[in-house]
């Protein structure tokens, strides 16, 4: 398999979950955004986002789908919940969740604080999707309310690892940690002591 990532994007959490794995992969790095400093990365993937996963004839683009795929075509794993258990909706609501309302918001924010040229900097829409990656917060602080270290099942599983590099990008590169409640601040530091930003950033 080969991943190609960059540094702090998407492609952590497959990068994480190969390393959590232990699968035989070839990372490739790219500066960001490829688009721009990676031309050769559009023919192998038009869209020149990150990650792209290439296994056999299997191509992949988005970041939570791929640690899906992982774990249902090389586990079993505990990393995932299965069908049969209590917590497999919740599971994939989480999955789901971590890049379209966790990740989503965050992209507007780094864009119109950060990336544009100052002239096309835009701070009500930065302001705005700030605001809106803060209420979509709460679901994970009252998730976490009952003292659970894990959000599903009962152990680590790729919803945290998918929700975790969320908060990791936050807490970075968006610069929006003061938007973190204590309880989901102490969550993103247990991810991190279980194995994230070591092993998995390069
Ligand atoms: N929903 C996709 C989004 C992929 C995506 O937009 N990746 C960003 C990096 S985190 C990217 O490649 N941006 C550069 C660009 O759009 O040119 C996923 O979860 O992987």
Known sequence: MKLYHCRDARSLRPLWTLEEMELAYEPVLLPFPPRVFAKPFLVENPLGTIPLLVDGDVRMTESSGICFYLTQKYGPTPLAVAPDEPDYASFLNWLFFSDATLTFPQTLVLRYRQFETPERRNEQVAGDYE?????????????????RDWLCAGRFTIADICIAYALHLADTRAKLSHGLSDRVRAYLDRARAAGFCTRSQH
């Not at 605001?131 to 003292?147: I, N, P, S, T, V």
């Open 131 to 147: 605001k809106w990656f803060f209420g979509r917060l709460r679901a994970l602080d009252a998730a976490l309310e009952d003292g």
